[in-house]
């Protein structure tokens, strides 16, 4: 086996988190990513770390029908990197990464092309090709981006996959402070522009209830839901209880968490709307709006992805949390235009 290293990099969990670190928020329109800098970054950091000469940077990200785009073309031309793409589905998903990942992976340390890999994800997914890669011989460690108040010691890495991995280490502040900037700032004249046309938009009426002495199937399912909803308030057993470094009533124990919780998630949706509407187009205004509820699956997921960072993975995966989230992005629309 070879004695030089292999940089395997998941791009949407690098600029994910490099982009949430500078611009508070995963929305790739909310931030420019200066990739050469970021990849030679990348590479002097595990240089150093090893001592080995770098085989090669493998770069994975997606694109609709897996096509190079004019940025995937430029990342390509930089000296030692291969860009590898999957597909993004008609929902805005992605298909394929993960795998195009694990099999270049398992491919390396067959071929005895690395005798170290370095990974930049944290996709559980992963996790089997990692143990696939050592047993051929190949150390693989987990390259993050800090994260203090996780008890691994990086950001949205799947304990499972950390568990597998030979090691953790981190890419420096410096490094992603120095490749990501933020471009987006609120401006008013902006909105207004957008707006103006958007307010062409009918919103989305809710029907008037039926005038009649007698409830119809669907006031009566309305009404046993309110019933229920009242229940689950009345059964929160949230007790209020004088703080007195604000000298104002509050939540304790398991209450006052979930409302911290939902207040995050809040604060998440208005701030995604914010940056979102800072930078679309009088058209994308008028189609968000037309689709209303739904939401851009690419909303949807940086919704998703900002809860993640702020609350952690599986609390994200609370209903309560995602309607906060979805109802916080509408009412900000609504406020903005």
Not at 141 to 166: F, I, N, P, Q
Not at 172 to 190: C, G, K, Y
Not at 209 to 230: C, D, I, L, W
């Amino acid at each position: 086996m070879m004695n030089q290293t292999a940089i395997f990099i998941d791009a949407g969990f690098l600029l994910s988190l490099g982009g949430h670190r500078v611009a508070g928020t995963t929305l790739r329109s909310a931030f420019t990513t200066h990739y050469e800098s970021l990849i030679r970054g990348i590479v002097q950091t595990v240089k150093k770390n090893t001592g080995l000469n770098n085989l090669r940077v493998y770069w994975y990200d997606a694109s609709r029908d897996g096509l190079f785009t004019e940025q995937h073309k430029r990342i390509g031309l930089i000296s030692g990197v291969k860009v590898r793409l999957g597909r993004i589905s008609y929902n805005g998903e992605q298909k394929g990464v993960d795998l195009r990942l694990a099999l270049d992976l398992v491919g390396v340390a067959r071929h005895g092309a690395a005798s170290v890999a370095y990974l930049v994800s944290g996709d559980d997914d992963l996790a089997e090709a990692v143990e696939e890669a050592q047993d051929l011989g190949m150390k693989v460690v987990l390259l993050g981006v800090t994260k203090s108040d996780s008890r691994l010691g990086v950001a949205s890495v799947a304990e499972h996959l950390a568990l597998t991995a030979d090691a953790i280490e981190v890419i420096s502040d410096q490094l992603l402070d120095s490749s990501f900037t933020r471009v987006l700032e609120w401006d008013r004249a902006h909105v207004d522009r957008v707006a103006s046309i958007a307010g062409s938009v009918p919103k989305p009426e809710v029907p008037a209830e039926p005038q009649s002495n007698v409830p119809t199937p669907a006031v009566m399912g309305q009404r046993r839901k309110g019933n229920f909803e009242s229940q689950q308030v009345i059964t929160y057993s949230a007790e209020v209880v004088y703080c007195s470094d604000n000298e104002r009533s509050g939540y304790q124990g398991q209450a006052a968490e979930d409302q911290r919780e939902l207040e995050t998630a809040a604060d998440i949706g208005t701030k995604v709307a914010t940056t979102w509407l800072s930078s679309i187009t009088q058209g994308e205004l008028v189609e968000i709006i037309a689709d209303r509820p739904q939401l851009p699956p690419e909303i949807d997921r940086t919704l998703l992805r900002d809860s993640a960072q702020a609350l952690g993975e599986w609390k994200t995966d609370k209903q309560t949390i995602r309607r906060a989230l979805r109802t916080a992005f509408w009412n900000e629309i609504d406020r903005l235009t």
